[in-house]
Antibody, heavy 120, light 109 residues
Framework: EVQLVESGGGLVKPGGSLRLSCAAS????????MNWVRQAPGKGLEWVSS????????YYADSVKGRFTISRDNAKNSLYLQMNSLRAEDTAVYYC?????????????WGQGTTVTVSS | EIVLTQSPGTLSLSPGERATLSCRAS???????LAWYQQKPGQAPRLLIY???SRATGIPDRFSGSGSGTDFTLTISRLEPEDFAVYYC??????????FGGGTKVEIK
């Protein structure tokens, strides 16, 4: 079964750091670009960051540039998001999602999400 | 920067009715890179349509997508009870790499 499972969310104080992980299974992880997408409580979806299959290309939303770092370990079938200098507005459910070239780069597999709460 | 504007914000319809959702882009979007997602409460989004008009695997044929340039439409021909949800359009481009619309909620009238 194709699956993505996020972990690492939690409660953190403003200015703090957190590292999210996404474990992939059921497909050749190293062949796909991956994304992090977040959703603040009661709000819409916001793209956060993308990484190509070999980590050659990395992109960030302006809202997280300089604070968040995306990475992956293809040997471990894992995607990561290092989040530093966290702000209240980073509070959200964070999803990892697979980007499929067969679906014109639509995101065809999503994890269940992990919740990040930034509060003092 | 491409901005996607979805309308209406909320659509109140009855089961069996037709739903027409709009997604308008601030600049021309390649049709190949326009997708639609469905999200139900407490669940992750699900890919419905990619390439503006291609249904993703397992998506019923009552869902269809159309459009080009700056105007795109998601149509649900006859609403089933499980179709009441929030729908998002999304474009894949260069800067920013990905953009979502604000969403349209389809609710039971």
């Amino acid at each position: 079964e194709v699956q993505l499972v996020e972990s690492g969310g939690g409660l953190v104080k403003p200015g703090g750091s957190l590292r999210l992980s996404c474990a992939a299974s059921g497909f050749t992880f190293s062949s796909y670009s991956m994304n992090w997408v977040r959703q603040a409580p009661g709000k819409g979806l916001e793209w956060v960051s993308s990484i190509s299959s070999s980590s050659s290309y990395i992109y960030y939303a302006d809202s997280v540039k300089g604070r968040f770092t995306i990475s992956r370990d293809n040997a471990k079938n894992s995607l990561y998001l290092q989040m530093n200098s966290l702000r209240a507005e980073d509070t959200a459910v964070y999803y990892c999602a697979r980007e499929s070239p067969l679906a014109d780069y639509g995101m065809d597999v999503w994890g269940q999400g992990t919740t990040v709460t930034v509060s003092s | 920067e491409i901005v996607l504007t979805q309308s209406p914000g909320t659509l109140s319809l009855s089961p069996g009715e037709r739903a027409t959702l709009s997604c308008r882009a601030s600049q021309s979007v390649s049709s190949s890179y326009l997708a639609w997602y469905q999200q139900k409460p407490g669940q992750a989004p699900r890919l419905l349509i990619y390439g503006a008009s291609s249904r993703a695997t397992g998506i019923p044929d009552r869902f269809s997508g159309s459009g080009s340039g700056t105007d795109f439409t998601l149509t649900i021909s006859r609403l089933e009870p499980e179709d009441f949800a929030v729908y998002y359009c999304q474009q894949y481009g260069s800067s920013p790499r990905l953009t979502f619309g604000g969403g349209t909620k389809v609710e039971i009238k």
